[in-house]
T-cell receptor
Framework: TQLLEQSPQFLSIQEGENLTVYCNSS?????LQWYRQEPGEGPVLLVT?????EVKKLKRLTFQFGDARKDSSLHITAAQPGDTGLYLC???????????FGTGTRLQVTL | DAGVTQSPTHLIKTRGQQVTLRCSPI?????VSWYQQVLGQGPQFIFQ???????GRGNFPDRFSARQFPNYSSELNVNALLLGDSALYLC??????????????FGDGTRLSIL
């Protein structure tokens, strides 16, 4: 079973700060998704990364897929309170078409 | 358009009871998946159904079962409830079961508490 480890587990920062969260696996993965889950809601897909070394940007969020396809990072610039939530990375297993989620990073952004 | 809807939103049961959770996918979506999210962890895959047939099953005991109806809605049943079954149960739908090309849309979940 391929496991995804996310770090840090918790992060509390002030508005305007930058931050990076990480998603790591001991195995190579073909593609990876990032989700954000706000309290009381289901996860919402942010991005899918497929190619090693790929960088994708979504407004103040920058997603990177490692060259070796074993890690990924999410960088947030000038964090805002609306960025508060649980950030999850997830693998898609093609044949079973299921998602395997990481352990999650809980982000709190305060004024 | 309505998103994935789940009912009920909250439920309290006691050990040994049985529970049925319901999910209505986005209109036109034929694939439904169920996930269990224990507090402080990421969701864990339970089942996937497509065209009323089970297409995938996670590492959960036989107390967990599900089905999909002709209108593509789905039910998740859990028998002989244990304290450890307390969790947020999420339903997700997509057009087809291959998530590599089709995004998966999650509902807001059913919060199940076992006393």
């Amino acid at each position: 079973t391929q496991l995804l480890e996310q770090s840090p587990q918790f992060l509390s920062i002030q508005e305007g700060e930058n931050l990076t969260v990480y998603c790591n696996s001991s195995s190579v993965f073909s593609s990876l998704q990032w989700y954000r889950q706000e309290p009381g809601e289901g996860p919402v897909l942010l991005v899918t990364v497929v190619t090693g070394g790929e960088v994708k940007k979504l407004k103040r969020l920058t997603f990177q897929f490692g060259d070796a396809r074993k890690d990924s990072s999410l960088h947030i610039t000038a964090a805002q309170p609306g960025d508060t939530g649980l950030y999850l990375c997830a693998l898609m297993t093609g044949t079973a078409s299921k998602l395997t989620f990481g352990t999650g990073t809980r982000l709190q952004v305060t004024l | 358009d309505a998103g994935v809807t789940q009912s009920p939103t909250h439920l309290i049961k006691t050990r040994g009871q049985q529970v049925t959770l319901r999910c209505s996918p986005i209109s036109g979506h034929k694939s439904v998946s169920w996930y269990q999210q224990v507090l402080g962890q990421g969701p864990q895959f339970i089942f996937q159904y497509y065209e009323k047939e089970e297409r995938g099953r996670g590492n959960f005991p036989d107390r967990f079962s599900a089905r999909q109806f002709p209108n593509y809605s789905s039910e998740l049943n859990v028998n002989a409830l244990l304290l450890g079954d307390s969790a947020l149960y999420l339903c997700a739908s997509s057009l087809v079961p291959d998530y590599s090309n089709q995004p998966q849309h999650f509902g807001d979940g059913t919060r199940l508490s076992i006393l």
